[in-house]
């Protein structure tokens, strides 16, 4: 890791300044001290990875961080594997479960780096007055007062240079590492590189077919379904005596074929949106009815009432942390079925104090253009 002392990291900035710190926070995650190795991820987490957002020093880190996964005398390479994805990716929200829309991605950033400041500003004039309803509108009209186009244009460079930087760094090869946790951070990471697809799927088929290791085999399951690579790997996993392979499989089905996936394929995913508890599987933070409804509303839109009525259920149960989440995905779901918005509105209208506490929920309900305050959304569901 000598060469780490050539980067110029005084000349690169993250969300604190000068870069200055990352060589010793990247060295620091080779430590046998666990509690070195723990402080040095976090710090990691906070200043190149901010709240989602990647900075001009983000990509020059990769090259070391992909180094120290791939030699098997690291401590925690799978945690390691989990921060290369968070720096491709930012929030896997954001791409779940679609996959990584690269192509689009590709020409929306050529477009921020092109336009003039003059040609920005009225971009987002033009994107101001498209907004569905006046919430939004005002929350847009917001950002666009904020803007700044010399931050976006950065913000945006280091975005894609950071996604570029792990792929050009992707450790395929880890998907055949001796440690079931690598493999399976392998698996979960590489799935998110289309145009590394002929390599990575066969490498996930073989995986998703014979690994050893069931949260392996799942993880690569769903991660060819983001590539995406032909059903004929994922099919077999319908019968296979793990109950998580089945449901990735059911999953991953359903996420590439939607209404045409085998019938026991669509039976499982909505028999997930109930599912409780939490899972291995790295996607959705191992919530397979997470997962199934965003599946099933992307691929499954005859499923709505059933859906639903599911996060109707997981709504009321929720820790207040989880409720804006969940309210996001049901506002999402009775948006094509306006006879189930009245009980969505209701349950969300119910949530305790704690929950209406959170900004996110506020901002969630402002931008499906639903009251954004607790006593007008209840006056909203007594005049409707």
């Known amino acids: 890791m000598d060469d780490l002392d050539r980067v110029s990291w005084a000349k690169l900035k993250h969300a604190y300044g000068r870069a200055t710190d990352v060589p010793g926070q990247i060295r620091a995650l080779a430590s046998t001290d666990e509690d070195e190795r723990r402080e040095a ?33 690291t401590p925690d390479r799978e945690l390691i594997l ?30 921020v780096q092109s336009r003039s400041e003059e040609e920005a500003d009225a971009h987002l004039e033009r994107w101001v007055d498209e907004a569905p309803n006046d919430a939004v509108r005002r929350d ?24 570029d930087a792990v792929r050009e760094n992707l450790p395929i090869s880890l998907l055949a590492d001796g440690d079931p946790h690598v493999r399976t ?20 088929a073989g995986l998703a077919e ?35 392979v089945r449901d990735a499989a059911a999953l991953a089905l359903v996420n590439l074929h939607g209404e045409d996936a085998p019938p026991p394929a669509r039976d499982a995913v909505v028999r997930l949106l109930t599912a409780t508890g939490p899972t291995p599987l790295p996607y959705a933070e191992g919530d397979l009815a997470t997962l199934a409804a965003r599946v099933s509303k992307r691929r499954l839109p005859g499923e709505a009432p059933a859906r639903a ?21 049901l506002l999402e779901t009775v948006e094509d079925a306006p006879e189930l918005r009245h009980a969505a509105l209701t349950a ?37």
């Open 41 to 73: 991820l976090s710090a990691l987490y906070a200043n190149i990875f901010h709240q989602g957002t990647r900075f001009p020093a983000t990509p020059h880190a990769v090259p070391f961080l992909a180094r120290l996964a791939a030699d098997p005398a």
């Open 82 to 111: 989990h921060l290369l994805a968070s720096l491709a990716l930012g929030y896997e929200e954001g791409h779940l479960p679609e996959g990584v829309g690269i192509a689009r991605w590709r020409e929306e950033s050529a477009g």
């Open 140 to 163: 847009r009209a917001y950002v666009r007062q904020t803007y700044d186009h010399r931050l976006e244009r950065m913000f945006d460079a280091a975005m894609l240079a950071s996604y």
């Open 185 to 204: 951070a392998a698996a979960y990471l590489v799935g998110w590189f289309p145009e590394e697809a002929e390599t990575a799927g066969p490498a996930l």
């Open 210 to 244: 014979a690994d050893a290791d069931p949260v392996t085999a799942a993880t690569a399951m769903f991660a060819l379904s983001l590539l995406p690579w032909p059903a004929g790997a994922i099919e077999p996993g319908l019968g296979h005596a793990d109950g998580l």
């Open 309 to 329: 009525r599911a996060l109707i259920a997981r709504l009321a149960a929720a820790k207040p942390v989880d409720a804006f989440p969940i309210a996001g995905d």
């Open 348 to 384: 969300i209208a119910d949530l305790g104090d704690d929950a209406w506490s959170w900004i996110n929920l506020r901002e969630v309900l402002r931008a499906h253009g639903v009251p954004d305050d607790r006593d007008a959304l209840r006056e909203h569901l007594r005049d409707h």
